[in-house]
């Protein structure tokens, strides 16, 4: 979880974020479905504008695993609101999609 004010700033993450982010866990992204690499920092950096507005988003990612397949994630945005609706940014989240069942 990512947490952003309404000037774009990141005031919290968990421990997941900073080793996304950081580039540590040597995770590639691409675009769902098209294939196109993506870096996941610069993503997240493009849409910190878009979560501090409080407007919602999904971009569908996938990456590949270490032993070769494949795992679709969904990045999700939305508003945080004070007590009398105004917005005061926005949270980021990263989940695993489930796969459909035949």
Do not use: C
Request: avoid cysteine; proline fraction near 3%; hydrophobic fraction near 30%.
């Amino acid at each position: 979880m990512l947490v952003v004010d309404s000037e774009g700033v990141v005031v919290l993450r968990n421990d997941a974020w900073r080793e996304l982010l950081d580039g540590s866990n040597g995770t590639g992204f691409q675009r769902y479905p098209d294939g196109e690499d993506v870096d996941l920092k610069s993503v997240v950096g493009e849409l910190l504008e878009v979560a501090s507005r409080g407007d919602t988003f999904n971009v569908a990612l996938r990456s590949h695993g270490p032993r070769g397949g494949q795992r679709r994630y969904e990045l999700r945005g939305e508003g945080l609101r004070d007590d009398r609706g105004g917005i005061r940014g926005g949270i980021m989240t990263l989940t695993p999609r489930r796969a459909k069942r035949q």
